[in-house]
């Protein structure tokens, strides 16, 4: 735990982020059969530019689950698996082996290639995490494949004096808590929020990132702003942020629980078909014979 001393917001920041669209998901099925929710990367919500897509599986019924995702491959993005409960294996062509605990992440860089299964580390029991899509610029989707995974006792928990604690991935809090990922040129945050019941929590964020809230039980009200009145996000809906300089948030009689995810937009063309995220027609191509030919 790490106790944060209140800082000062200065209080000619009015300037709130309100929510332009919400999201509710879209139930789907991915893999060799995982049943789960795609929040990010639908018909509705297609990007949010650095983010390509953002799944949630939650399920305490084995057979949403056991097939899990066997041998698949990346290029030139990043996949970030966050769990709240069970355990996921993962295992790769380099011989990289590992498992993912409740609380921990893996910050995944699949850069130029890499062919990896996700599977279960159980057979029943509740499964319950996101897996995020985060671009790579251009200039790095051919880097060489990177892990960087965390333990839940290597993530820093900000406790504030109200109750509400900020579980820091990646990113910086204006109270100083910093996250053990190295992000990158997109400088994203991604936080896990409780806000205790009643309480609000106040936060600026970077005014250029583009950001969502992704509410994962109980309900929250996000600040509005001039033109837009306050809105409220229950629990498995995707809220997307407008521009401003700061967040305000509230839970109501009970806590609220969410994934608090921005980062800077990349402004690149998008190319994308299933695991190969690129910027032309012709790297899909050669991504596609490069994965056909075993040189990832
Ligand atoms: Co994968």
Redesign the pocket.
């Known amino acids: 735990m790490n106790s944060a001393t209140q800082p000062n917001i200065s209080p000619t920041i009015s300037d709130y982020r309100s929510v332009t669209q919400i999201a509710p998901g879209m139930a789907t099925s991915d893999g060799a059969g995982v049943r789960m929710t795609r929040l990010l990367g639908t018909d509705q919500l297609q990007r949010l530019d650095p983010f390509l897509l953002l799944d949630m599986f939650h399920s305490d019924q084995p057979q949403d689950y056991i097939a899990g995702?066997p041998d698949?491959p990346?290029r030139g993005f990043e996949?970030v698996t966050y769990m709240l409960a069970g355990r996921v294996r993962h295992e790769d062509n380099k011989g990289h082996v590992g498992v993912i605990e409740p609380g921990g992440v893996q910050w995944m860089t699949a850069g130029r290639g890499i062919v990896?299964a996700?599977m279960p580390e159980q057979d029943q029991g509740l499964m319950w995490g996101f897996q995020l899509w985060l671009n790579l610029p251009a200039a790095r989707k051919m880097t060489e494949p990177r892990y960087q995974e965390f333990d839940p006792s290597e993530i820093p928990i900000e406790q504030r004096p109200d109750g509400t604690t900020v579980r820091v991935i990646a990113g910086e809090t204006h109270w100083g808590t910093r996250g053990p990922i190295q992000p990158g040129e997109t400088e994203a945050l991604y936080w896990d929020v409780a806000i205790a019941p009643k309480q609000t929590f106040t936060e600026p964020l970077p005014p250029t990132h583009n950001g969502c809230l992704v509410v994962y039980d109980g309900q929250v009200t996000v600040h509005g702003d001039t033109s837009t009145p306050a809105q409220r996000v229950q629990s498995g809906e995707l809220a997307v942020l407008g521009s401003g300089q700061q967040l305000q948030v509230r839970a109501g009689s009970e806590a609220g629980k969410f994934l608090l995810i921005a980062g800077q937009p990349l402004n690149e063309p998008v190319a994308q078909m299933g695991?190969f995220v690129m910027n032309t027609q012709a790297e899909l191509m050669q991504a596609y014979r490069d994965y056909q030919a075993g040189r990832f």
Do not use: G, L
């Open positions: 995702f698949h990346h996949t990896h996700e695991p």
